[in-house]
Every structure is written in C-alpha cells, then in structure tokens.
C-alpha cells in the first residue's frame, strides 16, 4: 500500500496525545484508510510506564498497520535500537515525536529507519466514503 501522507487533524492529536503524556512516552500503531493515515490505535496502558512504551508495542496483537508512532521525552528525535527493532517489525512509516510537540517536532521514519517524507494532508472527513 502507498502512503500519501498523514491526515493533519492526525498529526495534531498525535502531538496533543505527546504533549499531553510528556514526560512520558506514548506510542500507537498508525492505521490508514485509502493510502492516508487517518487512526492511530492508541497503547493500551499507557500511563503505568515512562520507558518501555516502545516495548509494549511488541505485545500488541497482530493487527494491520502501516507503522508506528511514538514519543520521547526530549528534543532528540533518533530512533533508539528498540525503535529499529520495532520499525523493522511493522510497517513503513515510523512517526518519532519530540519537545516542543508542534507541527515542526517530529520526524518519520522507514522500516529500515531512514528518513522519510511523509507529507501532511488535509483531508475532509465528511463526504469522504466510509469513515
Ligand atoms: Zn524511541
């Protein structure tokens, strides 16, 4: 499946959710809907830990998703060895989220954890098939 891009009114909860969760991590899985990442199924429990959320991504069962998105506490946006070892597992598009968590402060990541375009797009829900 292409991605065109991420719906922004995705982004912007994505950044709410990181924001909101700082300095804990938050991490979900990034679902898409005609080649647009429109959901994110969000971890559950994500509020009894502050270090292992990418970790608790492995435990998720198996369900179809285009990546993954997740938090860190800092400016520092690299993918940690556990992010590639996650990245590698699931999907092609990686979201990683840092301080401040606005529109600029994230970047995303392939499979293979390079750096990839993931363009933003505006996308109107209604009138818009099935959502
Ligand atoms: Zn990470």
């Known amino acids: 499946m292409k ?3 991420i719906a922004r009114d995705t982004l912007n909860f994505i950044l709410e959710v990181s924001k909101f969760m700082a300095p804990q991590e938050f991490a979900g899985l ?3 809907k005609n080649g647009i990442i429109t959901e994110v199924l969000l971890l559950p429990g994500t509020e009894s830990s502050n270090t292992n959320a990418v970790l608790k991504l ?3 069962p198996n369900i ?3 990546g993954s998105v997740h938090s860190h506490p800092g400016l520092n946006r690299s993918p940690s060895q556990a992010d590639r070892r996650l990245f590698s597992k699931t999907g092609n598009y990686h979201i990683i989220v840092g ?3 606005d529109t600029q402060s994230w970047t995303c990541y392939d499979r293979g954890g ?3 375009e993931l363009p933003v797009l505006d996308v109107k829900f209604e009138g818009y098939g099935d959502f």
């Open 3 to 5: 991605i065109k891009g």
């Open 30 to 32: 990034l679902q898409e």
């Open 58 to 60: 492995y435990m998720m």
């Open 64 to 66: 179809k998703a285009v």
């Open 99 to 101: 301080r401040p968590y």
């Open 114 to 116: 390079k750096i990839i």
